[in-house]
């Protein structure tokens, strides 16, 4: 039973590696071509100014 389990799990190791290895990309000839994104400049803040106008009652 023991035995089973080793090579079960060595065969299953043999294979993860087989597959591992065969999808290692190839080198290929072509070029990229790499832009650069720059984020657009945040909003300026918008400050709100409040006048309060305080006048007596002018009766």
């Known amino acids: 039973m ?3 389990i080793i090579v079960g ?3 299953s ?3 993860l590696m087989l ?3 065969s999808s ?3 080198a ?3 070029t990229t071509r790499q832009t650069t994104v720059t984020a657009a400049p945040p909003p300026p803040a918008q400050t709100t100014t409040t006048t309060t106008h305080m006048s007596g009652s002018g009766y």
């Open 2 to 4: 023991k035995k089973a």
């Open 9 to 11: 799990s060595a065969i």
């Open 13 to 15: 190791v043999i294979g």
């Open 19 to 21: 597959v591992s290895c």
């Open 24 to 26: 290692t990309p190839e």
């Open 28 to 30: 290929t000839t072509t």
